[in-house]
Every structure is written in structure tokens, then in C-alpha cells.
């Protein structure tokens, strides 16, 4: 952001920076509390006074927000709501000016250095202090031109695959290293605030044109796309299917985001409120609260994180008592305390994990997983080994729930849910003795499975008798285990059975 056409440095149009070119704002609503962001967010003092400047006089300029409205406590302009400009008519045909307090002491003098690599590229005028104080920087005087970029195939103006335009024509962007700091860059380069995420393997519908570009690597702080390391131009190994896009969420109350994990779909759970990111304590927390969240998010489920309290959050305990019944699009539609009312400490945070829900890869595993044959064994070992390194044993599959233990499988049955109880442990199938086996083990092994509704257990090999080693025996399950694995007490092999003691189960 920058201030053009004033007396001084304190005061001017503000116009953005967009797709390599500055533009305007239209000034409907304009006000103090807009103006006072801006000055802020340029170190030009705290506080800022709205001003209205004819459109005739700037030339041909293009608008790119309307409608702006600050609070006033925003660090950017960026984490203000606004409108993107449709090409409508604005109001006295007025654009959004500033005239900031013009007290420039050390403290705003630090800052405005900070600004630098977004004033300089507009070609500014450096304040007199500064051009001594950093002469080098007085030598930047022309803007880069940036690649132009666009979302296509989204809901809204917020949303959708990444397409960018090179030699004349619009292309997409190859998911390959795609993740949050690249869409950070992607959602700053077209002005639209918020929370950024990134989106593979074509979320939003496969592209038409070439694919332009693969392998970007942005690291979140770069003004576009342009800026951070990729490959050459249609220098790729990709198809449409795996075409890149972004969502860059408005920040509004009730805005949720998870952080502190390995990516956007997992860790600590908060909300945006009155300016603020804040946590919600787990008090009365629920699956079907999570359901909730992860599809807000834009996930299909999710699965809440019992874990010891690791990494505290400084901000604000917003929410407590949240009960959602499921059906829910919005956890601001479940019922909850007051913004701020609670009873807990950080140490009491919500923590999720989130999945895609994705049928190709689901089925693709079960099939994997359910071969007997020793060609397969290697590839699921491999497979084991791997997802227990990622520390979740979550790959997308019903065989491989979220838990501590390996997976398991109903073998021998007349339908799907029925069978021999196998588990798979160092590379090979095995099957459990029936010792002690109940319908309480039968329950935790058919809701492993997704499997809802009555479970019987079954003894005695009624489903025949397996061939692998016998892993497991004595399981004790109370009936609310997550998985099989928890259930059990004793060493894995150790036993005093025969295969016609094979557990199995009925779904």
C-alpha cells in the first residue's frame, strides 16, 4: 500500500498493489478507521483521518476494493473486511484518501524501514531521514511486472485453481510442493485477505490451457508468485488432475483455523473473534463437534487429538461447552457459551486432525491390504512402516484407522461385515485367539472397521481357521476402545491356542 498525490508524505490517495499494478479504492464507506490502518500499517503515526478524492483527477487507475470497513486495531489493511470491486458504480465517484498525524519519531522510524520493500516498488519518494539514513534503498524506482493470476472454478471470488497467464494465454499451476505459504502469496498477490489455504490434486475442477507452471516453493513472505523459486515455464510432470488452487477465507468472527501441526488439516483448534485468534477448551467436546469443524475447514472428517499439552497458545480461551449435534454447516450454529466465558486453561485446547475424504485411495488400500498373496507382503510393510513414521496410522482407508495399532480385516465371511478377525503385524496377516473373546471385543473391532450398529463375537474358528501366525489373545476391550490395538494386554505372540480357536465377528 502506498499514498500518491499529496503534499507530503503523511497524506494521499492510498492505492494497492495488485497483479503488478497500483490501483484505488473506492470510497464508499471510507472512514477514520480505515484511514487509521493504513497509517499504521505505513509507520506514518496512529492515527489517520478519511479523506474522499475525485476519481477524475487520477488518470486512468483501476478500483480494486469497495466497501472497505475497519475496525481500526487491524495491523493491515489486508485483515480488513472489504469487497472486491465488480465494475459497478461508486458512490460520488470518490476515491479513498488519508491524511496521517505527521509525528515521525524512532519507533515509526523502524518502521517505515519495515515497509520499504513495499513502498520502494511503486517508485516512492523515500522521506528525506531515510534517504540518508539508507541511500542504497533510494535506488529502487520501477515496479517488477507481475505474472497475472487469477481463481477459476471456485464458489466465489475467494476460492479456486490457481491460473496463471504467460505467452499469451491462461494456464494452471501443478500441485507438486503446492502448500499454505504458496497460497499466502497467491491470496496477497490478488488482495483477498484472511486465511490462505492450499488445494491439490484439482479441489476445484481440472483446467483447459497448458500446465505453465510445477514445483513452486514459496516461503509465504513473497509479494507474488513471480517471486518465489519454480520450475521454467511449462516445465512440468503433471496432468489437470493435479491442478493447484488456493481458498483465501475472509476473516470474520467465527473464522476457524488449526496450527502448531505438520499442515493446515491438523493441530491446535481456534477461532477468530473481535480481531483476535483465540482457543476453545475441550470441555463436553465431541466427535460430532469435530465433524463440524473439519467441514467448515472444508474437509469430509476428522478425528479429535487426546494429547499431552505441548505447545501453549498465548491468546484468548473464546469458547467453551460447544455442542453440535452434526448437521451443522457453521460451529457458530452449535450451542456454547458466551465469546469468552469458560472455566479452562490452555492446557485444556481442542486439537484435531482433519482428512479429505478421498474413495479411489480408499479402496485402492482395502484392496492392498485384504491381498494374502507374498507378492503383496512387501508393499505392506512398506505401507506399515510408513504411516506409523508420519505418527498417525491414518492413510485414507478404513484399514487404516486413526490409532495406535496396526489394522485389521474380516476375512472368510459371507459379507463384507463379517469374518475371521485378522490383524496385520510386521508384513503378514494373523489372526487373534478367542480366549476371553467377547461382544464387547466385537464392538471396538466393527467400529475400527466404520461399521455402526449391534456387534456379536464369534468363536471357536465359525468363520474357518486362518493360516497366518496367531498374533494375538486374552484381548479385553471395555466396549468404548477406539481401536482393537488398545485392547490389547499382553505381548503380540503370545498365546497357548490352535487356529481352531480363531476369534471372528458379525457386524
Known amino acids: 500500500v502506498r499514498l500518491q498525490g499529496g503534499k507530503n508524505e503523511f497524506e494521499g490517495t492510498v492505492e494497492v498493489y495488485l497483479n503488478g499494478i497500483w490501483g484505488t479504492i473506492c470510497g464508499s464507506h471510507w472512514d477514520n478507521n480505515d484511514a487509521t490502518v493504513v497509517c499504521r500499517q505505513l509507520a506514518l503515526g496512529e492515527k489517520g483521518t478519511a479523506k474522499h478524492i475525485p476519481f477524475s483527477g487520477l488518470g486512468l487507475i483501476p478500483v480494486y476494493w469497495s466497501e472497505v470497513r475497519c475496525r481500526g486495531d487491524e495491523e493491515n ?3 480488513c473486511e472489504k469487497d472486491v470491486w465488480q465494475d459497478g458504480t461508486c458512490p460520488q465517484k470518490m476515491a479513498a484518501a488519508v491524511t496521517c498525524s505527521s509525528s515521525l519519531g ?20 523515500l522521506h528525506k531521514e531515510l534517504q540518508s539514513f539508507c541511500p542504497i534503498l ?19 471470488a475467494h476460492e479456486g485453481r490457481v491460473e496463471v497467464y504467460h505467452a499469451g494465454q491462461w494456464g ?40 505453465l507452471l510445477d514445483e513452486v516453493q ?39 483455523r488449526l496450527t502448531s501441526g505438520k499442515g493446515s488439516h491438523e493441530g491446535r483448534l481456534e477461532v477468530y473473534y473481535t480481531g483476535q485468534w483465540g482457543t476453545i477448551c475441550d470441555d463436553g467436546w465431541t466427535e460430532l463437534n469435530t465433524q463440524v469443524v473439519c467441514r467448515q475447514l472444508g474437509f469430509k472428517y476428522g478425528k479429535s487429538v487426546p494429547e499431552s499439552y ?63 498373496s507374498p507378492d503383496f507382503r512387501p508393499i505392506q510393510h512398506f505401507l506399515m512402516v510408513y504411516c506409523i513414521s508420519l505418527g498417525t496410522l491414518q492413510v485414507l482407508s478404513n484399514c487404516l484407522m486413526l490409532s495406535k495399532g496396526p489394522p485389521i480385516r474380516l476375512m472368510d465371511g459371507e459379507n463384507k461385515k463379517e469374518g475371521r478377525v485378522e490383524i496385520f503385524i510386521n508384513g503378514q496377516w494373523g489372526t487373534i485367539c478367542d480366549d476371553g473373546w467377547s461382544d464387547k471385543d466385537a464392538a471396538v473391532v466393527c467400529r475400527q472397521l466404520g461399521y455402526k450398529g449391534p456387534a456379536r463375537a464369534r468363536t471357536m474358528a465359525y468363520f474357518g481357521e486362518g493360516k497366518g501366525p496367531i498374533y494375538v489373545d486374552n484381548v479385553k476391550c471395555t466396549g468404548s476402545e477406539r481401536s482393537l490395538a488398545d485392547c490389547i494386554k499382553q505381548d503380540i505372540g503370545t498365546h497357548n491356542c490352535r487356529h481352531s480357536e480363531d476369534a471372528g465377528v458379525i457386524c
Open 106 to 125: 524512532k519507533k515509526n522510524t523502524y518502521g517505515l524501514v519495515n515497509s520499504l520493500p513495499y513502498l520502494n516498488r511503486g517508485g516512492m519518494t
Open 172 to 211: 494452471t499451476v501443478c500441485d507438486d510442493q503446492w502448500d499454505d505459504a504458496d497460497a499466502e502469496v497467491v491470496c496477497r498477490q490478488l488482495g483477498l485477505g484472511g486465511v490462505a489455504k492450499a488445494w491439490s490434486q484439482a479441489y476445484f475442477g481440472e483446467g483447459s490451457g497448458p500446465v
Open 138 to 156: 533510494h535506488t529502487f524506482k520501477t515496479a517488477p511486472v507481475f505474472t497475472p493470476i487469477r481463481l477459476a472454478g471456485g464458489n466465489n
Open 218 to 256: 514459496c516461503t509465504g513472505n513473497e509479494l507474488s508468485i513471480e517471486q518465489c523459486p519454480k520450475s521454467s515455464w511449462q516445465e512440468h510432470n503433471c496432468g489437470h488432475r493435479e491442478d493447484a488452487g488456493v481458498s483465501c477465507t475472509p476473516l470474520t468472527d467465527g473464522a476457524l
Open 310 to 372: 505441548s505447545e501453549g497458545s498465548s491468546g484468548p480461551i473464546w469458547l467453551d461447552d460447544v455442542s453440535c449435534s452434526g448437521k451443522e454447516t457453521n460451529l457458530l450454529q452449535c450451542s456454547r457459551r458466551e465469546w469468552g466465558n469458560h472455566d479452562c486453561n490452555h492446557q485444556e485446547d481442542v486439537r484435531l486432525i482433519c482428512h479429505p475424504d478421498n474413495d479411489s485411495h480408499k479402496l485402492s488400500l482395502e484392496i492392498l491390504f485384504s491381498q494374502s
Open 77 to 79: 489493511i489486508l485483515l
